[in-house]
């Protein structure tokens, strides 16, 4: 009889505080998951992100580094200029080679949210980094009687190939590939029992 109260005892108990020791080891579990996280978005973007955990705060954002490109693209532009002026017409065009990066604006805030059915990180969304002129070739340099082709006009074309690389990598969706590349390397990267999905902020892109 002894034995038997010993043993009901023991189950009263441990059922009386099952709650408190499945609460503790869900918090464990989810913790260990945040620095796994922590520890992942460092290796792939140099950034410890700020991460909550039940709606409390973990860690706290810093980022050594204010960018980061995920992607690059190589973009061919061309640009004719033509003017004409009492019948003399002077006429340049340019084709230029450029490399274009798209990645994330890491000064904006990165966060991570850890709840015990899903964790959300919420970004920015991806936008064109960087435009690094590789080769620019003149197709056309010709010279009007009268109308002659001024060294503002050619500094003027110049100007105008940089901007188009821009707009051509933002059309061709280098942003969004940038977006895709980030969530499959973070899949490979971090392996979450729950469901993880990236949540982009609806900011202004600079494009």
């Known amino acids: ?50 991460i909550t955990i039940n709606n409390r705060v973990y860690v706290e954002q810093t980022a050594p580094v204010s960018e980061l490109a995920v992607v690059s693209r190589g973009i061919e532009v061309e640009h004719e200029f033509l003017h004409s002026w009492v019948g003399s017409s002077k006429r340049v065009k340019l084709h230029g080679t450029f490399t274009a990066k798209a990645g994330f604006d890491l000064r904006q805030h ?25 080769q620019v ?6 010279n009007g009687l009268w109308n002659r082709i001024s060294g503002a006009d050619v500094q003027s074309e110049l100007s105008i190939l940089p901007q188009l690389a821009r707009q051509k990598a933002a059309e061709s969706g280098l942003p969004e590939e940038a977006e895709r590349i980030l969530q499959q390397q973070l899949d490979q990267r971090i392996h979450t029992p729950q469901p993880l999905h990236l949540i982009f902020k609806n900011e202004k892109k600079r494009e």
């Open 1 to 50: 009889m002894l034995i038997v109260a010993v043993v009901a005892l023991v189950i009263f108990l441990r059922l009386e505080t099952w709650p408190a020791r499945t609460a503790r080891q869900s918090s464990a579990e989810l913790e260990r998951l945040g620095k796994d996280l922590r520890a992942g978005f460092i290796d792939i973007a140099h950034l410890q992100p700020r």
């Open 110 to 134: 990165v966060t991570i949210d850890i709840r015990p059915t899903e964790i959300l990180v919420e970004l920015p969304h991806a936008q064109i980094l960087g435009i690094e002129q590789n």
């Open 137 to 142: 070739d003149v197709l056309a340099f010709e």
